[in-house]
Nanobody, 129 residues
Framework: QVQLVESGGGLVQPGGSLRLSCAAS???????IGWFRQAPGKEREGVSC????????YYADSVKGRFTISRDNANNTIYLQMNSLKPEDTAVYYC???????????????????????WGQGTQVTVSS
């Protein structure tokens, strides 16, 4: 059973930074872990995904150059460093795991599969002055 616990959300001014953490358990190196977000009235968006096996990553165009996903295998934690935040980054951010990952791009674009996917509870990120 995979468990994912997010932390690190909050209120930040435009141009500021936040780091989200996802404490994961119950997964293997065959998994992919990703960050997704959903703002009110908008569709869910795959922000960034990482393979726990080879460390390959994917970023949505909207966050390239500003966000960085990383993993700490020793502590089973995945991070999302978010810099140069914009008001349009405001959303609930979810950590998700995929047990049947093909590529990080596929995981982020389509989302975790119903049969092999797990979700955290989400953390609110608000970018506002």
């Amino acid at each position: 059973q995979v468990q994912l616990v997010e932390s690190g959300g909050g209120l930040v001014q435009p141009g500021g930074s936040l780091r989200l953490s996802c404490a994961a358990s119950g997964f293997t190196l065959d998994y992919g872990i990703g960050w997704f977000r959903q703002a009110p009235g908008k569709e869910r968006e795959g922000v960034s995904c990482i393979s726990m096996n080879d460390g390959s990553t994917y970023y949505a165009d909207s966050v390239k150059g500003r966000f960085t996903i990383s993993r700490d295998n020793a502590n089973n934690t995945i991070y999302l460093q978010m810099n140069s935040l914009k008001p349009e980054d405001t959303a609930v951010y979810y950590c998700a795991a995929e047990g049947a990952i093909t590529t990080t791009r596929a995981m982020c674009v389509a989302g975790p599969t119903p049969a092999f996917g797990w979700w955290g509870q989400g953390t609110q990120v608000t970018v506002s002055s």
